[in-house]
């Protein structure tokens, strides 16, 4: 019987050691590995958020100098005068040093950059309440600038020049203002109205300058001079 019983053990030992001997060993667990974080990419319509913004606004009932160093009373209303093919003056000259830096006289969009055989290089920003501000004969834009940027009064938006039909005249910035397409307001409507003096103090140094350079596409800038 004892020889039996001891044969029995040792076949039930044989058969675990067997399924153990067969059995995978534990596996560590994998380390956690980050998923890779994307860059987040702004919806398809931010760039139009910030429009949406200026219209809801209503129109500034001043403005503030856009050409460093300059005081209003410095500025000769020309506002209307003639000029050249029956045309009038949309806008004022603020006559200053090439180079000078123009900064957006109000807070806004920039909504088109380009050449135009007229205003040479230049800017529109859209205002609150849909206003059009108009910067041309710039030297060079501001370095970075870019059509859909938000800018506010402390923002450089180029340099003072002659580009465009003012290469024979001393350089200056000519600054045009219109009313919103959006409600139908098509009215040019006279700068040196809302302009007012600013404390260029407050204001730093202006960044560098890039050349302005003419885009194959774009159109030509609005007949103002």
């Known amino acids: 019987m004892r020889p039996l019983l001891l044969s029995l053990c040792f076949?039930?030992?044989?058969?675990?050691?067997?399924?153990?001997?067969?059995?995978?060993?534990?596996?560590?667990?994998?380390?956690?590995?980050?998923?890779?974080?994307?860059?987040?990419q702004p919806p398809?319509?931010?760039?139009f958020t910030g429009y949406a913004r200026m219209y809801s606004l209503p129109p500034d009932e001043e403005i503030l100098m856009p050409v460093r160093g300059v005081r209003v009373r410095q500025?000769?209303?020309?506002?209307?005068?003639?000029?050249?093919g029956g045309r009038q003056h949309e806008g004022q000259d603020i006559f200053a040093p090439r180079g000078t830096p123009v900064y957006s006289a109000t807070?806004?969009?920039?909504?088109?950059?380009?050449?135009g055989q007229l205003g040479g290089n230049y800017v529109y920003v859209l205002g609150p309440g849909g206003r059009r501000y108009y910067y041309a004969h710039l030297d060079a834009y501001a370095?970075?600038?870019?059509?859909?940027?938000?800018?506010?009064?402390?923002?450089?938006?180029?340099?003072?020049?002659?580009?465009g039909n003012a290469r024979t005249t001393p350089p200056h910035l000519h600054f045009g203002v219109y009313g919103s397409w959006?409600?139908?307001?098509?009215?040019?409507?006279?700068?040196?109205?809302?302009?007012?003096?600013?404390?260029?103090?407050?204001?730093?140094?202006?960044g560098g300058a890039k050349p302005a350079t003419k885009p194959s596409s774009a159109p030509a800038a609005r007949p103002a001079r």
Request: proline share 9%; with cysteine.
């Open 75 to 84: 500025v000769a209303d020309t506002f209307g005068a003639p000029r050249s």
């Open 11 to 40: 076949l039930l030992s044989s058969c675990v050691l067997l399924e153990e001997s067969s059995a995978e060993p534990p596996q560590a667990p994998a380390p956690t590995i980050p998923e890779a974080q994307e860059e987040p």
């Open 143 to 163: 370095k970075g600038l870019e059509e859909g940027d938000e800018v506010t009064t402390s923002t450089v938006l180029g340099y003072v020049g002659n580009t």
């Open 44 to 47: 398809l319509w931010e760039p």
């Open 182 to 206: 959006w409600s139908g307001d098509e009215r040019v409507i006279n700068p040196l109205v809302l302009l007012r003096d600013r404390d260029w103090k407050t204001l730093g140094k202006a």
């Open 107 to 115: 807070e806004g969009v920039v909504v088109r950059m380009g050449y």
